[in-house]
């Protein structure tokens, strides 16, 4: 039996000395024995007390026998030290490293609270100093968002005032257009007619727009005319150029004038925000973010070469409106020719578009029959696919089912191998019918596509038909011969 806290081979386990007492015979001499102790020790403390290995020993050696008979009896066996008398035996801390840790303590606290009683001053101080620079600085943002107003406010009465001037100028020059198309119409009934005529067959669409019979003849009678209508023409197409360049003008300075309101608008909303407000929030980020495009130079000279735009475009539209003015004294004569030829002209290419008019609709009819089948057959194809996606769910849950046998059973058995082949039979049907299905799907988009070109072809020649026969001929019916040269009715 081994004591707790002791070994077996210690010296004072052996036999021990007699107390006064000679009755019994020595025992047999023990042998010589090496004092070997280990102390026990308690979970990190094993070095605290290598610096005392005698106490141990002495406290052993001070037990006293209360009873020498018992002392004799108990010779044999070496006494019980538990281990916690032991740890309470053994200090682990002396009285001079209590002071000093004490002392480092108060130390340690001290410089702490100087510390903390520092940096709250610099804080106060710091805090101080950043609301002054705080405040400076909305103050000065304030004043410059004001001087921002001050400068869109200008410049947006100078867009307005530009754009009112351009506006008017626009609708002299519209009136100047509407005269001249007054005086085109009514110079006399040959120009009349065949200008009219030429101006609806321009409207056709596609492949009938063509250089025909009729057209030529057309380009004839107006060639016959002076030099005075060729100068109208283009002097209306020189007003249309110059009303698109009034147009582009005048939306730079609609666009800009909006973009000043817009940022008028916005730069009033800033200047009246203040720390009270409600709408105010965080926008982390949006220092970093530089969405200008500008800076105050470029964006004044910007409106400046607005207005300078618009103001060469009005002084080339009075240099128009003075050039139409001009020109509406100068008259030219009647001329008369050709206009038999046209109107033979007409009726042979009313013919011809007829004939082709014809032929198409009896494509469009087999074409259509073609597409009613093709729907037919793409709806029997889907019936059929549908058809076979429930035996696929079946055949698949099965398969499914199945796979949760336990054990053993989970056997690639004959219904495994057929309910396998079975998926991938139905699954290669599925594929081949949507396959086929594709196909059908895409032999019917052709189909459409055919049958829309057909009718676009047929509202070709519709349209063709329409102002040949109905507007041309019928203006040509009549064939007015006096013009009425100003423009003014």
């Known amino acids: 039996m081994e004591f707790l806290g002791t070994t077996q081979t210690t010296s004072y386990c052996g036999p021990k000395k007699a107390c006064g007492f000679s009755a019994l015979p020595?025992?047999?001499?023990?042998?010589?024995?090496?004092?070997?102790?280990?102390?026990?020790?308690?979970?990190?403390?094993?070095?605290?007390?290598?610096?005392?290995?005698?106490?141990?020993?002495?406290?052993?050696?001070?037990?006293?026998?209360?009873?020498?008979?018992?002392?004799?009896?108990?010779?044999?066996?070496?006494?019980?030290?538990?281990?916690?008398?032991?740890?309470?035996?053994?200090?682990?801390?002396?009285?001079?490293?209590?002071?000093?840790?004490?002392?480092?303590?108060?130390?340690?606290?001290?410089?702490?609270?100087?510390?903390?009683?520092?940096?709250?001053?610099?804080?106060m101080r710091l805090m101080q100093d950043k609301d002054q620079l705080t405040r400076q600085m909305?103050?000065?943002?304030?004043?410059n968002l004001g001087q921002r107003l001050s400068d869109i406010g200008f410049w947006k009465s100078e867009l307005g005032y530009e754009l009112e001037r351009l506006l008017n100028e626009n609708r002299s020059l519209e009136t100047v257009k509407r005269r001249l198309e007054c005086v085109a119409e009514e110079l006399n009934c040959p120009l009349q007619v065949a200008l009219e005529c030429l101006y609806h067959r321009e409207k056709r669409i596609g492949i009938?727009?063509?250089?025909?019979?009729?057209?030529?003849?057309?380009?004839?009678?107006?060639?016959?005319?002076?030099?005075?209508?060729?100068?109208?023409?283009?002097?209306?197409?020189?007003i249309d150029i110059q009303m698109r360049d009034n147009r582009d003008a005048q939306h730079a300075l609609e666009r800009d004038l909006e973009d000043k309101t817009s940022a008028q608008f916005i730069d009033e909303k800033c200047f009246n925000l203040r720390n009270t407000s409600d709408c105010i929030s965080f926008f982390h980020g949006m220092e970093k973010v530089d969405g200008t495009i500008s800076v105050p130079e470029s964006w004044a000279k910007f409106s400046n070469a607005n207005i300078r735009h618009s103001q060469n475009m009005r002084a080339n539209?009075?240099?128009?409106?003075?050039?139409?003015?001009?020109?509406?004294?100068?008259?030219?004569?009647?001329?008369?020719?050709?206009?038999?030829?046209?109107?033979?002209?007409?009726?042979?290419?009313?013919?011809?578009?007829?004939?082709?008019?014809?032929?198409?609709?009896?494509?469009?009819?087999?074409?259509?029959?073609?597409?009613?089948?093709?729907?037919?057959?793409?709806?029997?194809?889907?019936?059929?696919?549908?058809a076979k996606e429930c035996p696929l769910k079946v055949a698949q849950t099965r398969l499914e089912c199945r796979t949760r046998r336990p054990n053993v059973e989970l056997c690639r058995d004959i219904p495994q191998f057929k309910l396998v082949n079975e998926v991938f039979t139905i699954?290669?049907?599925?594929?081949?019918?949507?396959?086929?299905?594709?196909?059908?799907?895409?032999?019917?988009?052709?189909?459409?596509?055919?049958?829309?070109?057909?009718?676009?072809?047929?509202a070709i020649k519709a349209n063709t038909l329409c102002i040949d026969k109905e507007k041309c001929m019928s203006m040509r019916k009549t064939f007015p011969c006096t013009p009425r040269l100003m423009g003014y009715t």
């Open 208 to 238: 009938d727009l063509v250089h025909d019979n009729v057209e030529k003849n057309l380009i004839r009678e107006v060639d016959l005319l002076k030099c005075c209508q060729e100068q109208m023409r283009k002097l209306a197409q020189r």
């Open 427 to 458: 699954d290669d049907t599925l594929q081949t019918l949507k396959l086929r299905l594709r196909e059908t799907q895409d032999t019917l988009q052709l189909l459409v596509m055919t049958k829309c070109r057909l009718e676009h072809e047929l």
């Open 26 to 123: 020595p025992a047999v001499p023990a042998p010589e024995i090496q004092e070997c102790y280990q102390p026990y020790y308690l979970p990190g403390y094993r070095y605290l007390n290598s610096g005392r290995p005698s106490l141990f020993y002495k406290i052993s050696n001070a037990q006293t026998c209360m009873d020498e008979g018992a002392m004799c009896l108990s010779a044999l066996r070496p006494p019980t030290i538990l281990p916690v008398l032991r740890s309470a035996l053994f200090c682990r801390y002396s009285p001079h490293d209590w002071d000093r840790s004490n002392k480092l303590q108060m130390r340690g606290a001290e410089a702490s609270r100087l510390w903390a009683s520092r940096l709250t001053g610099d804080s």
């Open 317 to 386: 539209s009075i240099r128009l409106c003075k050039e139409a003015e001009n020109l509406f004294e100068a008259l030219s004569d009647q001329m008369w020719k050709q206009f038999t030829h046209t109107n033979l002209a007409f009726s042979a290419r009313i013919s011809e578009v007829t004939d082709a008019k014809n032929k198409l609709q009896t494509q469009l009819a087999k074409t259509l029959q073609e597409i009613f089948q093709a729907e037919n057959t793409i709806m029997l194809l889907e019936r059929s696919i549908m």
């Open 138 to 143: 909305q103050e000065g943002t304030s004043r």
